[in-house]
């Protein structure tokens, strides 16, 4: 069975400071993982994705994510917030159908809160 | 590319009433796919579809039809609306080929069932 289980409903971070979202999965086969950002009352666009090349993937907007194997996890993080980052990310995991294209699965979101 | 957009943007509707979600892409993907959001429950899926007639289940699909006649449109209806059926729904498509699935969302539409 496929799951994602992000930690923490809520984070607030001072601006400038380390920004870090959780994200662990599980799944059955070697999975393609991705984060969404979800902007106030728009749909999600992509942040970034990893698909099984280099294991530290680099998004748009600063974001970098690093996909762990041993501790089945793909944390969000950004060296310095700034107040723009204040949204809902979605950690989300997609997985090969026998012939028929790719499943989704996301976890609850973390929304997060910039402090100036 | 206008990519995937969706109306009404918001709508509300009486208990019992039915009415379709519209969603349509332009980027010829095959595979399109119904979310609702609701509060500390993520994104669930509710249909999804493969290719023109081809439809499935998701996770959530009681109260709801889907179909699929062209690669474009993919509408969604609402039998017989339920207030439990208020929420944000979320059309997405993604190109089958690509392996990874990476989907593109629309921008939503927010239901209120009274």
């Known amino acids: 069975a496929q799951s994602v289980t992000q930690l923490g409903s809520h984070v607030s971070v001072s601006e400038g400071a380390l920004v870090l979202l959780r994200c662990n999965y599980s799944?059955?086969?070697?999975?393609?993982l991705f984060w969404y950002v979800q902007y106030p009352n728009q749909g999600l666009q992509l942040l970034l994705k990893?698909?099984?090349?280099?294991?530290l993937v680099k998004g748009i907007n600063g974001f970098e994510a690093e996909f762990k194997k041993s501790e089945t996890s793909f944390h969000l993080t950004k060296p310095s917030a700034h107040m723009s980052d204040a949204a809902e990310y979605f950690c989300?995991?997609?997985?090969?159908?026998?012939?028929?294209?790719?499943?989704?699965?996301f976890g609850t979101g973390t929304s997060l809160t910039v402090i100036p | 590319n206008a990519g995937v957009t969706q109306t009404p943007k918001f709508q509300v509707l009486k208990t019992g009433q039915s009415m379709t979600l519209q969603c349509a892409q332009d980027?010829?993907?095959?595979?399109m796919s119904w979310y609702r959001q609701d509060p500390g429950m993520g994104l669930r899926l509710i249909h999804y579809?493969?290719?023109?007639?081809?439809?499935d289940q998701g996770e959530v699909p009681n109260g709801y039809n889907v179909s699929r006649s062209t690669t474009e449109d993919f509408p969604l209806r609402l039998l017989s609306a339920a207030p439990s059926q208020t929420s944000v729904y979320f059309c997405?498509?993604?190109?089958?080929?690509?392996?990874?699935?990476?989907?593109?969302f629309g921008p939503g539409t927010r239901l209120t069932v009274t």
């Open positions: 997405a498509s993604s190109p089958r080929d690509r392996g990874y699935g990476e989907q593109y």
């Open positions: 799944s059955s086969v070697p999975p393609y």
């Open positions: 990893y698909t099984s090349a280099a294991t």
């Open positions: 989300a995991v997609s997985v090969p159908l026998a012939n028929t294209g790719n499943q989704f699965y």
């Open positions: 980027m010829n993907h095959e595979y």
């Open positions: 579809s493969v290719g023109a007639g081809i439809t």
